[in-house]
T-cell receptor, first 112, second 112 residues
Framework: AQSVSQHNHHVILSEAASLELGCNYS??????LFWYVQYPGQHLQLLLK??????LVKGIKGFEAEFIKSKFSFNLRKPSVQWSDTAEYFC??????????FGTGTRLQVFP | NAGVTQTPKFRILKIGQSMTLQCTQD?????MYWYRQDPGMGLKLIYY???????DKGEVPNGYNVSRSTTEDFPLRLELAAPSQTSVYFC???????????FGAGTRLSVL
């Protein structure tokens, strides 16, 4: 069965610090990969996606993620976080089905 | 653009009561999904639909029912509410299965 692991459950950073959130998945075939963000009290929004092509993808608000097929990873990065990045971040994977498998999420708190 | 609209936003039920969570999308998407979100657990798929008249179970379907009579609407029914169904419910839609999902604002349900 497909699964997604997010290693960091809760991350606390100061503004301007760099961010990297880990995401690993278990599926050996072609995958579509997503990062969604949920700001406090809001619904999930797409941050970025990877379907094919350049494994380094850029999303909204300065976020980027790198697909490393050999490591089954799709880590999310941002060079300098802001207080407004405080949110919960979910990695998700489509394997060979129509279903999207979500990780358990990483709660990011950024302090001024 | 309304996107995906869920009603109600909040609801408190007594054990054994029934209710329907409404979900409507105006993007002419074929695929629609119902998820529940519990703290630290990510999103779990309850049911999904690939088009009008077609529904299928997700990871956690027990205690729920769905129908899809039109492309736009995908209601979720709880027949005999139980405390274990206390959660936040999100509806989502996508144009096709392995593509970006767009989420509604969620319904926060408490069963007491």
């Amino acid at each position: 069965a497909q699964s997604v692991s997010q290693h960091n459950h809760h991350v606390i950073l100061s503004e301007a610090a760099s961010l990297e959130l880990g995401c690993n998945y278990s599926y050996g075939g072609t995958v579509n990969l997503f990062w969604y963000v949920q700001y406090p009290g809001q619904h999930l929004q797409l941050l970025l996606k990877y379907f094919s092509g350049d494994p380094l993808v850029k999303g909204i608000k300065g976020f980027e993620a790198e697909f490393i097929k050999s490591k089954f990873s799709f880590n999310l990065r941002k060079p300098s976080v802001q207080w407004s990045d405080t949110a919960e971040y979910f990695c998700a994977v489509n394997g060979n089905t129509d279903k999207l498998i979500f990780g358990t999420g990483t709660r990011l708190q950024v302090f001024p | 653009n309304a996107g995906v609209t869920q009603t109600p936003k909040f609801r408190i039920l007594k054990i054994g009561q029934s209710m329907t969570l409404q979900c409507t999308q105006d993007m002419n998407h074929n695929y629609m999904y119902w998820y529940r979100q519990d703290p630290g657990m990510g999103l779990k798929l309850i049911y999904y639909s690939v088009g009008a008249g077609i529904t299928d179970k997700g990871e956690v379907p027990n205690g729920y029912n769905v129908s899809r009579s039109t492309t736009e609407d995908f209601p979720l029914r709880l027949e005999l509410a139980a405390p274990s169904q206390t959660s936040v419910y999100f509806c989502a839609s996508s144009f096709e299965g392995r593509n970006i999902q767009y989420f509604g604002a969620g319904t926060r349900l408490s069963v007491l």
